[in-house]
Protein backbone atom coordinates (compact mmCIF):
# COMPACT_ATOMS: atom_id res chain seq x y z
CA UNK A 1 0.00 0.00 0.00
CA UNK A 2 1.12 3.58 -0.87
CA UNK A 3 2.32 5.91 2.08
CA UNK A 4 -0.29 8.58 0.48
CA UNK A 5 -3.11 5.59 0.24
CA UNK A 6 -2.60 4.55 3.68
CA UNK A 7 -2.79 7.91 5.25
CA UNK A 8 -5.56 8.90 3.54
CA UNK A 9 -6.98 5.73 4.36
CA UNK A 10 -6.56 6.98 7.96
CA UNK A 11 -6.87 10.47 7.17
CA UNK A 12 -7.94 11.61 11.22
CA UNK A 13 -9.75 14.82 10.53
CA UNK A 14 -12.48 13.46 7.93
CA UNK A 15 -14.09 14.01 5.30
CA UNK A 16 -17.90 15.27 6.75
CA UNK A 17 -19.16 18.86 5.69
CA UNK A 18 -18.41 19.83 8.95
CA UNK A 19 -14.59 19.34 8.49
CA UNK A 20 -15.02 21.02 5.10
CA UNK A 21 -16.65 24.06 6.80
CA UNK A 22 -13.75 24.01 9.41
CA UNK A 23 -11.47 23.83 6.24
CA UNK A 24 -12.91 26.92 4.90
CA UNK A 25 -13.09 29.05 8.27
CA UNK A 26 -9.09 27.64 8.81
CA UNK A 27 -7.79 28.95 5.51
CA UNK A 28 -8.90 32.55 6.59
CA UNK A 29 -6.76 32.42 9.27
CA UNK A 30 -3.75 30.49 7.45
CA UNK A 31 -3.85 31.87 3.83
CA UNK A 32 -2.11 35.15 4.02
CA UNK A 33 0.54 32.99 5.37
CA UNK A 34 0.56 30.83 2.33
CA UNK A 35 0.41 33.25 0.05
CA UNK A 36 3.33 35.06 1.42
CA UNK A 37 5.37 31.50 1.44
CA UNK A 38 4.22 31.01 -1.91
CA UNK A 39 5.41 34.18 -3.48
CA UNK A 40 8.86 34.02 -1.40
CA UNK A 41 9.18 30.63 -2.59
CA UNK A 42 9.34 31.83 -6.00
CA UNK A 43 6.19 31.48 -7.51
CA UNK A 44 5.31 33.52 -10.60
CA UNK A 45 3.48 34.15 -13.32
CA UNK A 46 4.19 31.60 -16.09
CA UNK A 47 5.09 28.85 -13.74
CA UNK A 48 3.39 25.06 -13.78
CA UNK A 49 2.42 23.71 -10.03
CA UNK A 50 1.77 20.90 -8.60
CA UNK A 51 -0.54 21.13 -5.08
CA UNK A 52 -0.49 17.51 -3.72
CA UNK A 53 -3.29 16.88 -1.22
CA UNK A 54 -4.88 20.09 -2.08
CA UNK A 55 -8.48 19.84 -0.37
CA UNK A 56 -10.98 22.30 -1.07
CA UNK A 57 -8.40 24.48 -3.21
CA UNK A 58 -7.22 27.02 -0.86
CA UNK A 59 -3.67 26.93 -1.93
CA UNK A 60 -4.27 25.43 -5.04
CA UNK A 61 -6.01 29.23 -5.51
CA UNK A 62 -3.88 30.95 -4.42
CA UNK A 63 -1.08 29.77 -7.01
CA UNK A 64 -3.16 30.11 -9.51
CA UNK A 65 -3.22 33.88 -8.81
CA UNK A 66 0.49 34.23 -8.90
CA UNK A 67 1.37 31.90 -11.75
CA UNK A 68 -1.87 33.56 -14.21
CA UNK A 69 -2.90 32.27 -17.00
CA UNK A 70 0.23 32.11 -18.44
CA UNK A 71 1.08 29.00 -16.26
CA UNK A 72 -1.30 26.15 -14.46
CA UNK A 73 -1.90 24.35 -11.16
CA UNK A 74 -2.47 20.93 -10.93
CA UNK A 75 -4.31 19.69 -7.66
CA UNK A 76 -4.04 16.53 -6.43
CA UNK A 77 -5.76 14.42 -4.17
CA UNK A 78 -7.36 10.86 -3.07
CA UNK A 79 -11.02 12.49 -2.12
CA UNK A 80 -13.15 12.96 -5.12
CA UNK A 81 -15.90 14.73 -3.32
CA UNK A 82 -13.45 16.96 -2.10
CA UNK A 83 -12.00 18.00 -5.29
CA UNK A 84 -15.29 18.24 -6.96
CA UNK A 85 -15.58 21.14 -4.29
CA UNK A 86 -12.40 22.50 -5.36
CA UNK A 87 -13.49 22.18 -9.21
CA UNK A 88 -16.36 24.78 -8.33
CA UNK A 89 -14.48 27.07 -6.36
CA UNK A 90 -11.71 27.44 -9.04
CA UNK A 91 -14.84 27.72 -11.65
CA UNK A 92 -16.56 30.54 -9.49
CA UNK A 93 -13.10 32.10 -9.18
CA UNK A 94 -12.79 31.84 -12.80
CA UNK A 95 -9.46 30.29 -13.17
CA UNK A 96 -9.58 28.68 -15.97
CA UNK A 97 -5.89 27.10 -15.75
CA UNK A 98 -6.70 25.23 -12.55
CA UNK A 99 -7.11 21.06 -12.85
CA UNK A 100 -7.58 18.80 -10.11
CA UNK A 101 -6.82 15.11 -10.13
CA UNK A 102 -8.00 12.59 -8.09
CA UNK A 103 -5.34 9.83 -6.87
CA UNK A 104 -2.46 9.07 -5.22
CA UNK A 105 0.93 10.74 -6.35
CA UNK A 106 2.78 7.36 -5.92
CA UNK A 107 0.16 5.59 -8.09
CA UNK A 108 0.17 8.28 -10.95
CA UNK A 109 2.33 7.88 -13.82
CA UNK A 110 2.68 11.42 -14.07
CA UNK A 111 5.03 12.71 -17.36
CA UNK A 112 4.65 15.90 -16.75
CA UNK A 113 7.75 17.74 -14.93
CA UNK A 114 6.45 20.91 -12.59
CA UNK A 115 8.34 24.41 -11.68
CA UNK A 116 6.91 24.32 -8.10
CA UNK A 117 5.28 21.40 -5.99
CA UNK A 118 3.86 22.67 -2.90
CA UNK A 119 1.17 21.37 0.14
CA UNK A 120 0.08 22.52 2.82
CA UNK A 121 -0.20 20.55 6.37
CA UNK A 122 0.08 17.32 4.12
CA UNK A 123 3.59 16.03 5.48
CA UNK A 124 2.21 15.36 8.46
CA UNK A 125 -0.28 12.78 7.68
CA UNK A 126 2.40 10.70 5.46
CA UNK A 127 4.09 7.83 7.36
CA UNK A 128 7.62 8.40 4.99
CA UNK A 129 7.63 11.95 4.22
CA UNK A 130 11.19 12.17 3.76
CA UNK A 131 10.74 9.63 0.99
CA UNK A 132 7.78 11.27 -0.30
CA UNK A 133 10.09 14.27 -0.72
CA UNK A 134 12.54 12.27 -2.49
CA UNK A 135 9.94 10.98 -5.02
CA UNK A 136 8.88 15.03 -5.43
CA UNK A 137 12.35 16.21 -6.53
CA UNK A 138 12.33 13.60 -9.28
CA UNK A 139 9.28 15.78 -10.94
CA UNK A 140 10.72 19.24 -10.51
CA UNK A 141 12.22 21.03 -13.26
CA UNK A 142 16.13 22.45 -12.57
CA UNK A 143 15.69 24.98 -10.50
CA UNK A 144 12.14 24.13 -9.39
CA UNK A 145 10.81 24.50 -5.95
CA UNK A 146 9.77 22.28 -3.27
CA UNK A 147 7.43 24.56 -0.97
CA UNK A 148 5.50 23.17 2.23
CA UNK A 149 3.24 24.53 5.33
CA UNK A 150 3.13 22.18 8.43
CA UNK A 151 1.52 22.40 12.14
CA UNK A 152 3.35 22.62 15.15
CA UNK A 153 0.59 21.77 17.37
CA UNK A 154 2.09 21.62 20.73
CA UNK A 155 3.17 24.62 20.59
CA UNK A 156 -0.74 26.47 20.56
CA UNK A 157 -1.42 24.92 24.22
CA UNK A 158 -0.11 28.43 25.87
CA UNK A 159 -1.35 30.61 22.60
CA UNK A 160 -3.28 32.81 25.23
CA UNK A 161 -2.43 35.35 27.44
CA UNK A 162 -3.84 34.99 30.43
CA UNK A 163 -3.76 31.05 30.30
CA UNK A 164 -7.28 29.50 29.79
CA UNK A 165 -7.57 26.25 30.81
CA UNK A 166 -10.39 25.08 28.27
CA UNK A 167 -7.99 26.16 25.51
CA UNK A 168 -5.24 24.33 26.69
CA UNK A 169 -7.21 20.92 27.17
CA UNK A 170 -8.69 21.09 23.73
CA UNK A 171 -5.38 21.47 22.72
CA UNK A 172 -4.57 18.68 24.76
CA UNK A 173 -6.95 16.56 23.37
CA UNK A 174 -6.07 17.60 19.70
CA UNK A 175 -2.30 16.91 19.73
CA UNK A 176 -2.79 13.30 22.22
CA UNK A 177 -5.74 12.02 19.23
CA UNK A 178 -3.54 12.88 16.31
CA UNK A 179 0.32 11.10 18.49
CA UNK A 180 -2.04 7.71 18.76
CA UNK A 181 -3.08 8.15 15.03
CA UNK A 182 0.29 8.27 14.06
CA UNK A 183 0.06 11.92 12.97
CA UNK A 184 2.88 13.63 13.57
CA UNK A 185 1.63 17.05 15.32
CA UNK A 186 5.49 18.51 14.91
CA UNK A 187 5.89 17.92 11.61
CA UNK A 188 6.69 21.55 11.23
CA UNK A 189 9.57 21.63 13.87
CA UNK A 190 10.78 18.82 11.49
CA UNK A 191 10.72 19.85 8.06
CA UNK A 192 14.58 20.68 8.31
CA UNK A 193 15.34 17.14 9.29
CA UNK A 194 12.74 15.89 6.81
CA UNK A 195 14.54 17.80 4.00
CA UNK A 196 18.01 16.65 5.45
CA UNK A 197 16.92 13.10 5.34
CA UNK A 198 15.50 13.32 1.49
CA UNK A 199 18.86 14.31 0.89
CA UNK A 200 17.94 17.54 -0.47
CA UNK A 201 19.36 20.66 1.27
CA UNK A 202 18.33 22.60 3.80
CA UNK A 203 14.81 24.64 3.15
CA UNK A 204 14.46 27.66 4.17
CA UNK A 205 11.97 28.03 7.30
CA UNK A 206 9.76 30.62 8.83
CA UNK A 207 7.53 30.10 11.98
CA UNK A 208 4.26 32.23 12.19
CA UNK A 209 0.92 32.51 13.96
CA UNK A 210 -2.33 34.11 13.57
CA UNK A 211 -3.18 36.47 16.03
CA UNK A 212 -6.79 37.55 17.18
CA UNK A 213 -8.22 40.03 19.52
CA UNK A 214 -12.26 40.29 19.85
CA UNK A 215 -15.11 37.94 19.87
CA UNK A 216 -15.77 37.39 16.06
CA UNK A 217 -11.81 35.75 15.36
CA UNK A 218 -12.31 32.99 13.74
CA UNK A 219 -9.80 31.08 15.75
CA UNK A 220 -12.24 29.37 18.74
CA UNK A 221 -14.44 27.79 15.99
CA UNK A 222 -11.40 26.19 13.64
CA UNK A 223 -9.80 24.52 17.06
CA UNK A 224 -13.36 23.34 18.18
CA UNK A 225 -14.12 22.29 14.69
CA UNK A 226 -10.90 20.03 15.01
CA UNK A 227 -12.17 18.72 18.09
CA UNK A 228 -15.06 17.85 16.59
CA UNK A 229 -13.45 16.32 13.41
CA UNK A 230 -11.58 14.16 16.21
CA UNK A 231 -14.45 12.67 18.20
CA UNK A 232 -14.32 9.01 16.72
CA UNK A 233 -10.40 9.27 17.67
CA UNK A 234 -11.21 10.48 21.23
CA UNK A 235 -13.69 8.82 21.79
CA UNK A 236 -11.48 5.35 20.74
CA UNK A 237 -8.88 6.05 22.24
CA UNK A 238 -10.14 6.93 25.70
CA UNK A 239 -9.06 10.21 25.71
CA UNK A 240 -12.20 11.86 26.52
CA UNK A 241 -16.14 11.56 26.42
CA UNK A 242 -18.76 13.50 24.59
CA UNK A 243 -19.48 14.63 28.05
CA UNK A 244 -16.26 15.56 28.65
CA UNK A 245 -16.21 17.86 25.20
CA UNK A 246 -19.46 19.43 25.01
CA UNK A 247 -18.85 19.61 21.44
CA UNK A 248 -22.03 22.01 20.75
CA UNK A 249 -20.83 24.81 23.20
CA UNK A 250 -17.28 24.28 22.69
CA UNK A 251 -16.65 27.07 20.53
CA UNK A 252 -18.66 29.69 22.50
CA UNK A 253 -17.16 28.45 25.85
CA UNK A 254 -13.53 28.97 24.19
CA UNK A 255 -14.79 32.54 23.05
CA UNK A 256 -16.05 33.50 26.88
CA UNK A 257 -13.58 32.01 28.85
CA UNK A 258 -10.75 33.61 26.71
CA UNK A 259 -12.88 36.66 26.20
CA UNK A 260 -12.96 36.96 30.41
CA UNK A 261 -9.63 38.37 30.53
CA UNK A 262 -9.66 42.11 28.95
CA UNK A 263 -5.49 41.25 28.27
CA UNK A 264 -6.35 38.05 25.98
CA UNK A 265 -4.42 37.06 22.83
CA UNK A 266 -4.77 34.40 21.37
CA UNK A 267 -2.78 32.73 18.20
CA UNK A 268 -3.30 30.13 16.08
CA UNK A 269 0.16 28.44 14.72
CA UNK A 270 -0.02 26.96 11.06
CA UNK A 271 3.76 26.21 11.88
CA UNK A 272 6.91 26.39 9.70
CA UNK A 273 6.99 27.50 6.15
CA UNK A 274 9.64 25.56 3.74
CA UNK A 275 10.89 26.20 0.37
CA UNK A 276 13.43 24.98 -1.36
CA UNK A 277 14.65 25.68 -5.17
CA UNK A 278 16.49 22.10 -6.75
CA UNK A 279 19.29 22.14 -9.49
CA UNK A 280 19.90 19.06 -11.16
CA UNK A 281 23.32 19.35 -13.03
CA UNK A 282 24.17 16.08 -15.70
CA UNK A 283 25.53 13.72 -13.12
CA UNK A 284 21.86 14.47 -11.34
CA UNK A 285 23.22 15.83 -8.16
CA UNK A 286 21.14 18.47 -6.42
CA UNK A 287 22.30 21.72 -6.21
CA UNK A 288 20.77 24.82 -4.66
CA UNK A 289 20.26 27.53 -6.75
Request: hydrophobic share 45%; charged share 20%.
Amino acid sequence: MSEIQSSVQSYALGHTPEAFQRLLVQGQLFNPFTRRMLSDAGLRAGMHVLDLGCGLGDVSLLAAELVGEQGSVLGMDTSASVLQLAHERAQAAGFSHVAFLVGNIDEMALTQQFDAIIGRLILMYLQEPAAMLRRLAKLLRPGGVLAFQEHDIPSQVDATLPASPLWQQAVTWVTRAFQMAGVESRMGMKLCGTFLEASLPAPHLRYEAAIGAGPEWAGFEVLAGVVRDLLPLLQKFGIATLEDIGIETLAARLREEVEGSHDSRRSSRPGHASRRRIGVDRAGHRLVR
